[in-house]
């Protein structure tokens, strides 16, 4: 769950990647291609990156250890799937999570994790070049706006499925705005919204709010 910087609410994992998972939905427009493979699987992959810690979770973005955090991850990590890209996709994001913390246990897990990735890609021939970082922009817009606080940011981004060229997208999300530069999605306005809780009594007693958000080129 994601706790905000500013109320006394949060906002659960699902919720997160229900936001992510229409930010690929929406992703492309004629300056940047959408992934050269099925769009269900980019969807579902980027929708379900975060699978390991249920619908309504109690474990804290930021402030969980390496024995809490750990098995929420071996546990995504190896859920079986039957949408190899997809579980690709979700694969990829475990690994970026566990190789940010240089710790030897984190360490440890990266290589597991890289090991079944290597496998998996030369089973189904699949390409080591695999859209990570879009999903990453992604996952970083929403929980921006589930962090609740104004984030500002930039990420490199190849726009081409066949070329190796990169294009550097700045971000802002403020009170909801989801901004990106150069823009990256099909449309030029979204609205939407996440359900997320008060903080007393969650998840046992459930107090739900919207969560507005609006993506605005």
Known sequence: MFKSKRRAI????????????????????????????????MIAGMGLHDRGYGYLDNSPIGGMTDEEWIPIARRGFFMPCSDIVADTIVKYHFR?????????????????????IDEQLQK???????????????????????????????????PRNNEDAEVTVRYHVEDGVIQVNPWTFSVDRHEGYLVAYHLDGYPKRLDPGILSYELRK
């Open 96 to 116: 970026r999570l566990a190789a940010h913390d240089p710790s030897p246990k984190r360490q440890t897990l990266t290589a597991e994790f890289s090991q079944a």
């Open 124 to 158: 189904h021939g699949l390409s080591k070049t695999l859209f990570d970082r879009l999903a990453d922009l992604c996952d970083v817009l929403s929980y921006s706006l589930c962090f609740d606080v104004p984030a500002s940011g930039e990420m490199s981004i190849f």
């Open 10 to 41: 949060v906002t659960p994992q699902s919720e997160h990647l229900k936001l992510v998972g229409t930010l690929a939905m929406l992703w492309g427009n004629g300056d940047f291609d959408f992934p050269a493979i099925e769009r269900n699987s």
